[in-house]
């Protein structure tokens, strides 16, 4: 759905072909307003579908995956202020995680929710929520 709707702008879907496709029956991103969602996405490279071993090598992927689907909406992550994290092994990858994690994103950092999740063959996924910068 696009355009307007009583003066509110409507959700639109936001699409890279330089990410993984969707696993499911989900929008990569939504719109909405000055706000872009993106769905969790996870490490898998957009063309070859492969997976690193490492949660570090993962975390780079994935980080890879989430600022093509941001740009794709003339975004980056420099505009990301909120992030949601799933790492499959919460204890032994978190420092690992974030130490890439802090490479890709400047001050004031997004904030964040970093849990520990059952995820499918992964090791780390991300969502974030990202505003649109106004002039």
Do not use: C
């Not at 496709?21 to 579908?49: D, I, M, N």
């Not at 001050?107 to 090791?123: A, H, K």
Request: glycine share 8%; charged share 20%; net charge negative.
């Amino acid at each position: 759905m696009s355009g307007e709707f009583g003066g509110v702008a409507a959700k639109r879907a936001v699409h890279s072909a330089d990410t993984p496709p969707p696993a499911g029956g989900y929008s990569k991103a939504l719109a909405a307003g000055p706000y872009l969602f993106t769905s969790g996405l996870g490490p898998q490279h957009p063309v070859t579908g492969a997976v690193a071993d490492t949660v570090a090598e993962q975390t780079r992927q994935v980080l890879a995956n989430l600022r093509a689907l941001l740009r794709a909406d003339g975004l980056d992550l420099d505009d990301v202020v909120r992030a949601t994290v799933h790492l499959q092994h919460l204890k032994r990858d978190f420092a690992a995680y974030d130490a890439v994690y802090r490479e890709h994103f400047t001050e004031p950092l997004p904030v964040r929710t970093t849990v520990g999740s059952d995820l499918m063959d992964i090791l780390v996924e991300i969502d974030v929520v990202a505003l649109r910068r106004t002039s």
